[in-house]
């Protein structure tokens, strides 16, 4: 699928590379779709352990940020569930949105965030970003820059509409413009 997208895959070409009996794949997998289902599923998972990950929270969206650029293949499976109007795996949206949750539900939150729209916004800022950085940008070195900018204006945007500034002070310092600093 990484190589040329969920759509070029075959229930039988997976078999085949993974030495398996045909007819033991599709007792599996019925079609192409379940077989990407599955894969997203699992990969939806590793992804939403990521989010809870304990680390700060610029730090874990630097990660993110990173993650997402490194790995497109998560954006075309993400594409690919939402083209073919299958649902997201909602145990990992879940705990996406708890963790969304746990992060508004404080004194450190602006109060009133709708967490779900919020849920929206910053998992379209990581579908879409990896493909706008690799169009935009023609070394590595430029998108690792581009993607550094993207991540200090996310962490900008929920300090300053979903978080309480004064409530992040490492937050607050790491996005400083150098003459915000006194």
């Known amino acids: 699928m990484a190589e040329r997208g969920p759509a070029a895959v075959t229930v039988s070409?997976?078999?085949?590379?993974?030495?398996?009996?045909?007819?033991?794949?599709?007792?599996?997998f019925r079609t192409r779709d379940e077989l990407v289902a599955a894969?997203?599923?699992?990969?939806?998972q590793d992804v939403a352990r990521m989010l809870v990950a304990p680390m700060?929270?610029?730090?874990?969206?630097d990660h993110m940020a990173r993650f997402?650029?490194?790995?497109?293949?998560?954006?075309?499976?993400?594409?690919?569930?939402?083209i073919s109007a299958n649902p997201l795996?909602?145990?990992?949206?879940e705990q996406y949105l708890g963790e969304l949750r746990r992060i508004t539900?404080?004194?450190k939150a602006q109060p009133g965030v709708?967490?779900?729209?919020?849920?929206?916004?910053?998992m379209s800022v990581g579908i879409l970003w990896p493909l706008l950085a690799r169009a935009a940008h023609e070394t590595p070195e430029a998108m690792e820059r581009a993607t550094e900018r993207l991540a200090r204006e996310v962490k900008r945007v929920l300090l300053f509409g979903?978080?309480?500034?004064?409530?992040?002070?490492?937050?607050?310092?790491?996005?400083?413009?150098?003459?915000?600093?006194?």
């Not at 709708?114 to 910053?122: F, P, R």
Request: proline share 7%; aromatic share 8%.
């Open 56 to 61: 700060p929270i610029g730090e874990r969206i």
């Open 162 to 182: 979903v978080l309480r500034p004064e409530a992040w002070p490492d937050l607050a310092a790491e996005v400083a413009l150098p003459d915000e600093s006194t």
């Open 13 to 28: 070409e997976v078999a085949h590379r993974a030495t398996l009996n045909r007819t033991t794949a599709y007792q599996h």
């Open 39 to 44: 894969v997203f599923a699992d990969l939806a």
């Open 89 to 93: 795996p909602r145990d990992a949206w």
């Open 68 to 82: 997402f650029v490194e790995h497109p293949e998560v954006t075309q499976l993400t594409l690919h569930q939402l």
């Open 105 to 107: 539900s404080n004194a």
């Open 114 to 122: 709708d967490v779900e729209m919020l849920g929206y916004v910053l």
